[in-house]
């Protein structure tokens, strides 16, 4: 079990070698996102990957109900139990589906997404809750392209992810840019780390005994994707729209596991050293786009 302040999550241990392993409550990816959804007011929230349902519960303090989505039926399990045991369940409630599959045709004043982001060689298995495909893209695209769709007129989206890009800009500005362009809005985009970005190399190189690797490091190559960003995207109403950057001011107690690159790297050579069922390569399933 994982603490925020004034909640108790259920969820895996750190060391668990489980596909379907729901995530700790790591300090700088929940901390960050619970802070920042401490200030969102409204009727309605969607929580998309809500794992351990840790998101969802927060917000529920501020909002009437939310709706929690996860492709993981260990994680709904998780999740409502979580919401039992923080007096909240009246507010919550979890269903198990792939992304806004289970809320189609709703809007929410709030959407709170931590998608799977990491980065894989084709067929290589990770766990489902951290699993982007080749680009690290492919739930963050689904996840940004569904948005306007089910953002009320006045709603806000924060979006907490990883994106390999290049030195200028990260490869999520682009997916971003074409969900919202067209909407009176304002993407304030957070970087995490003191270090904005962060040579790929070291990440991308845990994979270099996988199968695929060669041909995945090519991929990377042809599309420039050299560097690693970790940002916070907090998506609000504005007159027009507009992007701007800024760099994390507010000092978080993180993780030992993630207060850095450097310790972000760590975390992923901790899964590496697992030995476990994660590395399995799988079916060819991801197509890059």
Request: with cysteine; hydrophobic share 40%; glycine share 6%.
């Amino acid at each position: 079990m994982s603490k925020l302040p004034n909640e108790r999550i259920v969820c895996d241990g750190v060391l668990s070698d489980e596909y379907d392993r729901v995530m700790p409550v790591f300090g700088d990816e929940s901390a960050l996102l619970a802070i920042r959804l401490a200030a969102v007011s409204g009727k309605t929230a969607l929580d998309l990957g809500t794992g351990s349902g840790v998101l969802a519960i927060h917000v529920a303090h501020r909002v009437d109900e939310v709706v929690g989505v996860d492709i993981n039926p260990k994680a709904i399990r998780y999740a409502r139990r979580s919401a039992e045991i923080c007096e909240v369940q009246h507010k919550c409630s979890f269903v198990e589906g792939d992304l806004y599959g289970p809320v189609s045709g709703r809007r929410f004043d709030v959407i709170a997404v931590n998608p799977p982001f990491v980065p894989i060689p084709y067929g290589y298995r990770m766990f489902l809750s951290a699993d982007g495909g080749p680009d690290g893209m492919d739930v963050v695209r689904e996840a940004l392209q569904g948005a306007p769709r089910h953002l009320a007129a006045d709603g806000r989206l924060l979006m907490l992810t990883m994106s390999l890009g290049d030195e200028l800009e990260p490869l999520v500005y682009r997916y971003l840019r074409s969900a919202f362009h067209q909407r009176p809005v304002r993407i304030t985009t957070t970087h995490i780390y003191a270090t904005i970005h962060y040579e790929a190399e070291p990440f991308l190189r845990l994979f270099e005994n996988v199968p695929a690797y060669l041909e995945w490091r090519r991929f990377l190559e042809r599309k420039k994707l050299s560097h690693l960003y970790y940002m916070l995207h907090d998506v609000s109403p504005h007159d027009r729209f507009e992007h701007t950057e800024e760099q994390l001011k507010t000092a978080l107690e993180l993780s030992e596991y993630s207060g850095s690159w450097e310790g972000r790297i760590n975390r992923f050579r901790t899964w590496f050293a697992l030995k476990c069922r994660t590395g399995a390569v799988r079916p060819q399933e991801s197509h890059v786009r």
